[in-house]
T-cell receptor
Framework: DGGITQSPKYLFRKEGQNVTLSCEQN?????MYWYRQDPGQGLRLIYY???????QKGDIAEGYSVSREKKESFPLTVTSAQKNPTAFYLC?????????????FGEGSWLTVV | KQEVTQIPAALSVPEGENLVLNCSFT??????LQWFRQDPGKGLTSLLL?????REQTSGRLNASLDKSSGRSTLYIAASQPGDSATYLC????????????FGTGTRLKVLA
């Protein structure tokens, strides 16, 4: 089935540790996104990428890094510089170009600092 | 700066009731508006997409309208069912090739059997 796969579903990070969240899509979409969701809040954009080897910062990029070496993959690294990383992380993808397009989301990854 | 607001934050209704969820945005220069459903601990599922040139979209018991001039969108759910219980979020696309959506905080809906 086509879709977006995020892994792991649950991840625990120790203080000072970097962790990487995986996101893979087989929808042949050009654009991919990472959002962060805190309890009772909407989604905030961390990074997005419209094509391979190119990405842009979203509204809350500090303490995060990404790469887009393949069209299907857009991993997110939460670095030790991110002071409050405990949250629900959502990866998404969509077509680009003129006209309306639907954004498809993965099932999310829970990150907890211990 | 574009801001998206959804009121109420939570809503409980008896089964079978028709209901309306509201979404407001501060800048009318949007490209698209999309409504999503989110179940607890899950990702988002797109329900309806309204392009800026459209006034409404329908899918089954769902109808979404868009009034750009007033900065408002509504999601109408007919004959609500317990399975409709979820959080509903709206998001606006800023356009201009940014491919960035700004999300509201959502309305948590509970339909009582």
């Amino acid at each position: 089935d086509g879709g977006i796969t995020q892994s792991p579903k649950y991840l625990f990070r120790k203080e000072g540790q970097n962790v990487t969240l995986s996101c893979e899509q087989n929808l042949n979409h050009d654009a991919m996104y990472w959002y962060r969701q805190d309890p009772g809040q909407g989604l905030r954009l961390i990074y997005y990428s419209q094509i391979v080897n190119d990405f842009q910062k979203g509204d809350i990029a500090e303490g995060y890094s990404v790469s887009r070496e393949k069209k299907e993959s857009f991993p997110l690294t939460v670095t030790s510089a991110q002071k409050n990383p405990t949250a629900f992380y959502l990866c998404a993808s969509s077509w680009t170009g003129r006209g309306g397009y639907t954004i498809y989301f993965g099932e999310g990854s829970w990150l907890t600092v211990v | 700066k574009q801001e998206v607001t959804q009121i109420p934050a939570a809503l409980s209704v008896p089964e079978g009731e028709n209901l309306v969820l509201n979404c407001s945005f501060t800048d009318s220069a949007i490209y698209n508006l999309q409504w999503f459903r989110q179940d607890p601990g899950k990702g988002l599922t797109s329900l309806l997409l309204i392009q800026s040139s459209q006034r409404e979209q329908t899918s089954g018991r769902l109808n979404a309208s868009l009034d750009k001039s007033s900065g408002r969108s509504t999601l109408y759910i007919a004959a609500s069912q317990p399975g409709d219980s979820a959080t509903y979020l709206c998001a606006v696309d800023l356009g201009s090739g940014t491919y960035k959506y700004i999300f509201g905080t959502g309305t948590r809906l509970k339909v009582l059997a």
